[in-house]
């Protein structure tokens, strides 16, 4: 029964033009889907036009995409940062069955290009794409914990051999769209180790997936934030404020996470001098603090530019004085 989907699936495309879109902030299962369906659709029809289009990637993915590229130079990572609808005989929905997820870089609607759109997906369906008449042809298993794991199926039904780094692209995909496992089942698990193999070391994977090593000038600069931190306790609520050289946005980011409700950190940049704040929503919620206001009045007061949100803010003076931190300090004491 479900080779007969694909079966129905593959009998549409054949002889047309295929786009392959996923959602926007694409993450690494949207990638690794898109171009190991890009892959087996160039083996499997040799003469077709097969690309793909990209919106704007998620964090992670830049990150997991400059280490494969860098481990496998020769494979095919290109795709389109531009949608050419005039060019499309039929669009490959991959990772998402929600038009609204997918973010075109210009004002085509989908729905109204009058071409056809196949889902391939593994998220709930609910009622959604009903908008055209190719049901028969949509290959979403909601039974499935990545998209990446019914693309496999293509490779499976139709004997297209992997390669290591498609193994690899569709592994990938699985340890994070399950959580690393946390959210898949037993078929989950039995994919990996189908996929890994002799030719894979799983700790190989890992390293694709680790954030590079942060700057050690960035890593100095946040110990010593944390070093000098002054803790303010007013009730409840308690505030830190340190003094570093740079980074002073991620250090204060920092703060917060180590259980301050409200962070300042000073820094001197070549000629001036910069305080970032930042605060705890809900601290802001319950009490109406506004970093971003008092920093612009700040500002205005001694000529710097301020201002941001509610929860987050800076400003930039030209002049460095413990009276602008107190005044900073007792700014924020009342609204606490
Ligand atoms: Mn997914």
Do not use: W
């Not at 490779?155 to 690393?180: Q, V």
């Not at 600069?221 to 306790?233: D, S, T």
């Amino acid at each position: 029964m479900l080779k007969s989907r694909f079966d129905n699936f593959i009998a549409f495309i054949q002889n047309k033009n295929i786009k392959i879109l996923t959602h926007d902030l694409v993450d690494i299962d949207a990638l690794a889907s898109c171009l190991t369906l890009k892959y087996f659709l160039t083996q499997y029809f040799k003469e077709q036009e097969i690309s793909i289009y990209f919106s704007e990637f998620a964090k992670p993915t830049i990150n997991y995409l400059r280490n494969i590229t860098e481990k496998f130079p020769s494979f095919d990572f290109s795709y389109s940062k531009k949608f050419n609808a005039s060019t499309s005989d039929v669009v490959l929905i991959v990772d998402t069955n929600n038009l609204n997820q997918i973010e075109l870089n210009s004002n085509l609607d989908l729905v109204n290009l009058g071409i056809p759109l196949i889902f391939i997906d593994h998220h709930y369906l609910g009622e959604k794409p009903k908008n055209n008449t190719l049901e028969i042809s949509h290959l979403i298993f909601e039974n499935y914990s990545s998209t990446a794991e019914i693309i496999l199926k293509f490779f499976e039904f139709y004997n297209i051999p992997l390669t290591i780094p498609l193994k690899i692209l569709i592994i990938t995909a699985i340890i994070t769209d399950s959580g690393f496992f946390k959210h898949g089942n037993n078929n989950t698990i039995q994919n990996v180790s189908n996929l890994i193999g002799e030719d894979i070391d799983i700790q190989d994977i890992f390293l694709l997936l680790k954030k590079n090593e942060t700057d050690i000038s960035e890593k100095i600069a946040k110990i010593k934030g944390m070093q000098r931190v002054k803790l303010i306790r007013e009730g409840d609520f308690l505030i830190g404020i340190t003094k570093v050289s740079s980074y002073g946005a991620s250090i204060a980011t920092k703060l917060i996470n180590l259980g301050f409700d409200i962070a300042i950190v000073l820094s001197k940049e070549e000629n001036q001098y910069r305080v970032n704040t930042r605060a705890k929503k809900v601290v802001c919620i319950k009490t109406g603090l506004h970093l971003g206001k008092i920093l612009e009045e700040i500002s205005i007061k001694y000529k710097g530019s301020g201002g941001g949100h509610d929860g987050a803010a800076s400003l930039t003076i030209s002049i460095e004085s413990d009276t602008i931190t107190t005044q900073i300090i007792e700014k924020i004491k009342n609204y606490l």
